[in-house]
T-cell receptor
């Protein structure tokens, strides 16, 4: 099976812009989770989607949002970008009630 | 609330010597615990997971971890380090009984010297 894919792999944006990141889960996996990784804060949970519904949400401002489509693909959006949003954004998929498998991540740089 | 503490931010070993990466957890219920590895500029790869079936868990690439409830520990070991083991390792606990919100430790960077 193909692994989790994330696009794009690298992004450069400027403050105030918005960005959309995409994640395609492993075939058959219905849960998609998103994490932010920064040198200062480490790996932090953003949110999780299952069957197009957000099931869990981490402690991030409302500028961070996401959605899941009927084919389980997911997107996350960050509006009004700040310098502190520069990070590696990781997507993970899992079958119901099982381990999470991570994609390679999208490296976002905000200038 | 669940939490994970990785006791060493950096560990350095010589190739062929044993590896020990230490992790303590805090959980109000019987946890699911994981070790993930991250090589430079890569995503996270699952090494192993504990889900109460056995206290000694074997993973990929010769790694294993032992769950000790009395010590609230889940240390990762490998008998003989290889140069390719150099990476960052994360101890992870699942949140609130579910698998889909993971809480990560701060990570341990493993260096392997010839």
């Amino acid at each position: 099976k193909a692994g989790v894919t994330q696009t794009p792999r690298y992004l450069i944006k400027t403050r105030g812009q918005q960005v959309t990141l995409s994640c395609s889960p492993i075939s058959g996996h219905r849960s998609v989770s998103w994490y932010q990784q920064t040198p200062g804060q480490g790996l932090q949970f953003l949110f999780e989607y299952f069957s197009e519904t957000q099931r869990n949400k981490g402690n991030f401002p409302g500028r961070f949002s996401g959605r899941q489509f009927s084919n389980s693909r997911s997107e996350m959006n960050v509006s009004t970008l700040e310098l502190g949003d520069s990070a590696l954004y990781l997507c993970a998929s899992s079958p119901v009630g099982d381990t999470q498998y991570f994609g390679p991540g999208t490296r976002l740089t905000v200038l | 609330a669940q939490s994970v503490t990785q006791l060493d931010s950096h560990v350095s070993v010589s190739e062929g010597t044993p590896v020990l990466l230490r992790c303590n957890y805090s959980s109000s219920y019987s946890p699911s615990l994981f070790w993930y590895v991250q090589h430079p500029n890569k995503g996270l790869q699952l090494l192993l997971k504990y889900t109460s079936a056995a206290t000694l868990v074997k993973g990929i690439n010769g790694f294993e971890a032992e769950f000790k409830k009395s010590e609230t520990s889940f240390h990762l070991t490998k008998p003989s380090a290889h140069m390719s083991d150099a990476a960052e390792y994360f101890c992870v606990v699942s949140s609130s009984g579910g698998y889909n919100k993971l809480i990560f430790g701060a990570g341990t960077r493993l260096a392997v010297h010839p």
